[in-house]
């Protein structure tokens, strides 16, 4: 695999905020991808870049975008890269209490295409867009000791990363953390 690839970026910081936008280019030989394991000869990404973290409102902010268009260039024309998205992006919130401290995140993709699990590499299939929201809750009995609990997929989402491969439904871990 062999790539070229440039970035323009602009940032703002200023007291808690920090905003940046990066446009980017990528020119990618040999790409390694997808499955069956193959080379893609000729890619491209173009793309921007929006991030955001912050504090509004008094609650911590996180936010991210990207919107971009890989294509796999053939003699046979174009095509967008298999399990790589137009856009996704996150957004997290948390807020603080005492001793307390709970966040919760959004993190969504756009539709993507995917080679058929038996089919390949004749049949390219579309894997839907989704969305998953996450959250967390944490108690620190002191600066090096907290409790934690982290429900993924709070909503139970069907959603697939992969054709043929489910993922995980909702899980919730749960913990004890003390740093040294």
């Not at 046979?76 to 001793?99: C, D, H, M, N, T």
């Not at 989402?157 to 740093?179: C, F, K």
Request: overall charge positive; glycine content about 8%.
């Amino acid at each position: 695999e062999r790539s070229r690839s440039a970035e323009l970026g602009l940032q703002y910081a200023a007291g808690p905020h920090l905003a940046r936008a990066v446009a980017f280019r990528s020119k990618i030989l040999d790409l390694i991808g997808g499955f069956p394991i193959a080379n893609v000869n000729e890619a491209d990404i173009d793309g921007l870049e929006l991030s955001y973290r912050g504090v509004l409102w008094g609650m911590e902010v996180r936010a991210s975008l990207t919107l971009q268009d890989p294509v796999q260039r053939t003699a046979a024309g174009e095509a967008q890269l298999i399990r790589r998205a137009k856009s996704f992006g996150s957004l997290a919130l948390g807020k603080s209490w005492g001793s307390w401290r709970v966040s919760a995140e959004l993190v969504a993709a756009g539709r993507r295409f995917d080679n058929h699990i038996t089919a390949f590499p004749t049949q390219r299939v579309e894997l839907p867009r989704y969305e998953v929201f996450n959250a967390v809750a944490e108690y620190r009995f002191s600066r090096e000791t907290s409790a934690y609990a982290r429900l993924d997929n709070v909503f139970d989402r069907d959603y697939s990363l992969v054709h043929g491969y489910n993922t995980e439904g909702r899980r919730l871990i749960a913990g004890l953390r003390h740093e040294f």
